[in-house]
């Protein structure tokens, strides 16, 4: 029996689709789905059941899932005792973040990591839901949202202001739309629900709550790139949509709420130079870049809560 068999079971059972077990492992769905049918021919049962909500597993599948789960615990915690023992300031550091904070905020600064520490190597990488930080899968992870995971230490490095936008084509188009009757008659390009910060969520009902959904995407870039080309009105971070002429910021009966951009890091590697150095690195651009990731005249908006997670 292959223990990457197990891995690929295990993480299916976990995202419930072929697609997200595979975005998760880094591979395609098809060597899911042939890691899993080795299994099962090894094992000689069938594991999982495909039902409307996804991957589940069958009795034979349940039975296995606790074995499994504690020697993944166990090769975590071994992994994590070697890697906090690692004082080199030199090798990898894998970073995880949503598109968005990875292409403005996260790889600009590696230009000064590399200036300081030229054998650091980053490997940036791009989720639409962040990894298991102790699976050993990244070093950092960086999100809009608080860390649910135990185990890790975790701060606000930041926060994003939003407003509702549209084009000036759309608008010309369409008219401009009430907000105080929650912008009845026009289109909205919004985020698939698992990427919506709650505070959004309840401010979108409020606001365009009559608006009829065109286009969902997990991508906040693809957002922007949607509203203009006339696609609707959208929740946008400022500092990226401000930049955009053909774009104009709508006035709203209550401001957007802020996005707190989060950091975290295993407990147990918190300490090892090499990620202390990105960690402080990403920190220091978030510092830096506070007033464009939360402009001047965004500042109206709802005040964030408190700056630590346990």
């Given at each position: ?54 991957y ?21 915690a ?30 600009p ?24 930080l ?41 008219g ?13 390009i ?14 979108l ?6 608006a ?10 693809t957002q ?29 009966p ?45 500042q ?5 809560g ?5």
């Open positions: 029996m292959d223990w990457d068999d197990l891995r690929f079971f295990q993480e299916l059972i976990r995202q419930k689709t072929l697609s997200g077990a595979a975005r998760q492992l880094r591979v395609t769905q098809s060597t899911v789905g042939r890691r899993l049918a080795s299994l099962e021919a090894s094992l000689g049962v069938r594991l999982v059941h495909r039902t409307r909500e996804g589940v597993p069958t009795y034979a599948g349940e039975a296995i899932r606790e074995h499994i789960e504690r020697v993944e615990a166990e090769t975590q071994v992994r994590r005792v070697v890697g906090g023992l690692d004082q080199r300031l030199e090798g990898v550091v894998r970073v995880t973040s949503p598109a968005l904070l990875a292409s403005h905020l996260l790889a600064s590696t230009s000064a990591l590399h200036a300081q520490h030229p054998e650091i190597m980053v490997e940036l990488l791009c989720y639409a839901s962040s990894p298991n102790g699976a050993r899968e990244v070093d950092i992870a960086v999100q809009l949202g608080r860390f649910e995971q135990p185990d890790l230490v975790a701060r606000r490095i930041g926060t994003l202001a939003f407003g509702l936008y549209a084009s000036l084509a759309y608008l010309r188009q369409r401009e739309p009430d907000t105080r009757d929650g912008c009845s008659g026009h289109h909205l919004a985020l698939v629900e698992e990427d919506v910060i709650p505070a959004q969520a309840d401010w009902v409020e606001t365009a709550g009559r009829r959904i065109m286009l969902r995407t997990d991508s906040r870039e922007l790139w949607a509203t203009l080309q006339g696609g609707g009105l959208a929740l946008l971070p400022c500092f990226r949509a401000d930049r955009e002429a053909a774009l104009r910021r709508l006035d709203t209550a401001p957007a709420p802020g996005g707190e951009i989060w950091m975290a890091v295993h407990r147990d590697h918190r300490h090892m130079p090499r990620v202390r150095a990105v960690l402080d690195t990403i920190a220091e651009a978030a510092r830096r870049g506070a007033d464009d990731l939360y402009p001047e005249h965004s109206q908006l709802t005040t964030p408190p700056t630590k997670q346990a």
